[in-house]
């Protein structure tokens, strides 16, 4: 079946300005998260979403970011008025919600800022 | 809040043995998953301790000591497409009910001819 997929694949904009980056999770997966992962570097946490429970936002790292998901399916991370910091993968997972709870990851939006 | 740490780099020889520990500090352990990352790619999902011992997987085993904060992967009969980083991440209950999974920043190996 399909997995998770990710758009765009890649996203090149000017400082200041705003990003949306989706994600498509596993149909019937409760859990979605988002992690950032810097060249060489471990995968930052974001925010989690679990079914209908209020989301995990406490990995993001300004006000800046957001994230929604609608209908418990899609999700949507918002970065407003990009800096240069910014600039990483941003990568989607997501999980059944019980039993062991792989997740399993999108391909990545790759963010450059310039 | 968590902690997870793993060394940076290791190098290994093919058709050897190597393992990569993992060492963690959690408000609420709900299990330890390790995923493999090569160059480029998306993480895959390896192994997942919950309770302590030796799972073992093909040429792959983890090992998990709750009481220590420990855990290790095993990778046998090495080959060169395990070249690749290794996430060690824990599922953590933290201060809700729900339970979101932490990464360590992973340990980059590389393996030699």
């Known amino acids: 079946g399909a997995g998770v997929s990710q758009s765009p694949s890649n996203k090149v904009t000017e400082k200041g300005k705003d990003v949306e980056l989706r994600c498509d999770p596993i149909s019937g997966h409760t859990a979605l998260y988002w992690y950032r992962q810097s060249l060489g570097q471990g995968l930052e946490f974001l925010i989690y979403?679990?079914?209908?429970?209020?989301?995990?936002k406490s990995g993001l790292p300004s006000d800046r970011f957001s994230a929604e998901r609608t209908g418990g399916s899609v999700s949507t991370l918002t970065i407003q008025r990009t800096q240069q910091e910014d600039s990483a993968v941003y990568l989607c997972a997501s999980s059944p919600g019980q039993g062991v709870d792989e997740q399993y990851f999108g391909p990545g939006t790759r963010l450059t800022v310039t | 809040g968590q902690n997870i740490d793993q060394p940076t780099e290791m190098t290994a020889t093919e058709g050897a043995i190597v393992q990569i520990n993992c060492t963690y500090q959690?408000?609420?352990?709900?299990?330890l998953f390790w995923y493999q990352q090569h160059a480029g790619e998306a993480p895959t999902f390896l192994s997942y301790n919950v309770l302590d011992g030796l799972e073992e997987k093909g040429r792959f085993s983890s090992f998990l000591s709750r009481s220590k904060g420990y855990s290790y992967l095993l990778l046998k009969e090495l080959q060169m497409k395990d070249s690749a980083s290794y996430l060690c991440?824990?599922?953590?209950?933290?201060?809700?009910?729900?339970?979101?999974?932490?990464f360590g920043s992973g340990t980059r190996l590389s393996i030699r001819p």
């Open positions: 979403f679990q079914g209908n429970s209020a989301p995990d």
């Open positions: 991440a824990v599922r953590d209950h933290g201060d809700s009910s729900a339970s979101k999974i932490i």
């Open positions: 959690t408000s609420g352990f709900n299990g």
